[in-house]
């Protein structure tokens, strides 16, 4: 039996890009986008395919990732519910420079470069948003950056693991790291081998400071994890 259609208008309208739209927007936006459903390990785009617009997750996981000419893979990012890919290479009227493969059973809204060009024509406040967005994907990637070059491989995976926990309270407190994805992608995305990213949860568990389980890791004193130097 066919799932029944999202009302793709209402699902917009709660995210940061579109949310101070009118109705009248959104209808426009919603002529325009259409459904993509991903099964797990089916890719949605190769590198070199022509971009014909982005997409927004509803749910699921995206990776985006390149081979290099050796043959590994470099996961860029890991894209979940909420996230949008593929706006800077719209605008750029260029093929996609990664591809995008589904870690999980997937639905995404692909919105059409077209309609997104006639909205930022109409509204200038529209074409801000956008830019803000890829403005902080730029920060995010120049922070990646930054991460790569200065830290060390200890540190980056301390850097993941503490992105959710609570800026004030008790850090003395235990928190739940649940891993997105397999430890091979996530080490792939710090730029580590997976045996270099494994050695360090060992490192850190057998230092007392986090228990691993499958992919569940518990963070058991936030401070003490934040100021290890191994």
Do not use: W
């Not at 309208?13 to 993509?36: H, I, Q």
């Amino acid at each position: 039996m066919p799932s029944t259609p999202i009302k793709v208008q209402a699902f917009l309208a709660n995210l940061p890009l579109f949310k101070e739209m009118s109705p009248e927007e959104l209808d426009r936006v919603a002529t325009g986008t259409r459904e993509a459903h991903v099964a797990r390990g089916e890719i949605l785009f190769r590198k070199g395919d022509p971009c014909e617009g982005f997409h927004l997750v509803i749910y699921g996981q995206i990776k985006l990732a390149f081979t290099s000419a050796s043959g590994a893979e470099k996961v860029v990012e890991l894209m979940g519910p909420g996230q949008s890919f593929g706006e800077a290479v719209m605008f750029v009227e260029k093929p996609y420079v990664v591809y995008a493969q589904a870690l999980a059973d997937s639905m995404l809204l692909h919105i059409a470069k077209a309609v997104v060009f006639e909205e930022i024509e109409r509204d200038p406040g529209f074409a801000r948003k956008m830019i803000a967005g890829l403005s902080r994907r730029l920060h995010g990637l120049v922070s990646d950056l930054e991460s790569y070059t200065l830290h060390s491989g200890t540190q980056r995976v301390i850097g993941y693991l503490l992105r959710g926990a609570p800026d004030s309270g008790d850090k003395e407190q235990p928190i739940s790291v649940a891993l997105p994805t397999s430890k091979s992608i996530i080490a792939s995305r710090l730029n580590l081998t997976p045996e270099h990213f494994s050695r360090i949860l060992h490192d850190l568990s057998e230092a007392g400071l986090i228990r691993v389980e499958g992919r569940s890791i518990a963070v058991l004193d936030v401070d003490a994890l934040s100021t290890y130097q191994g």
